[in-house]
Nanobody
């Protein structure tokens, strides 16, 4: 079992920045990949970024490439999403997810555990 708790969401103006955190517990954190997804009202859950267990490999969706950065601190069992140059279309509930098999997939079905989500709202 893995428990995930996100934090750091909020309201920000367009062009601003936020850092989301996701604290994990229950398994050896460095042994599995982590990812961030988001879901806006009426839309499918969208892949944002993933990171391997060691942190050596990252992958981003085209929609956030160059603006967002994923990182992890295995000593703190925490993964981060650094979001810069935020746009109103980034407004969504953001979820972190754990893939215990480290498939490094952008598909939500590859992730066994999910956090409860944190709301990010970007005003224009």
């Amino acid at each position: 079992q893995v428990q995930l708790v996100e934090s750091g969401g909020g309201l920000v103006q367009a062009g601003g920045s936020l850092r989301l955190s996701c604290a994990a517990s229950g398994r050896t954190f460095s042994s599995y990949a982590m990812a961030w997804f988001r879901q806006a009202p009426g839309k499918y859950r969208e892949f944002i970024a993933l990171i391997s267990g060691s942190g050596a490999r990252t992958t981003y969706a085209d929609s956030v490439k160059g603006r967002f950065a994923i990182s992890r601190d295995n000593a703190k069992n925490t993964v981060y999403l650094h979001m810069n140059s935020l746009k109103p279309e980034d407004t969504a509930v953001y979820y972190c997810a754990a893939d215990l098999y480290s498939r490094l997939s952008s598909s939500p079905i590859s992730y066994e555990y999910w956090g409860q989500g944190t709301q990010v709202t970007v005003s224009s």
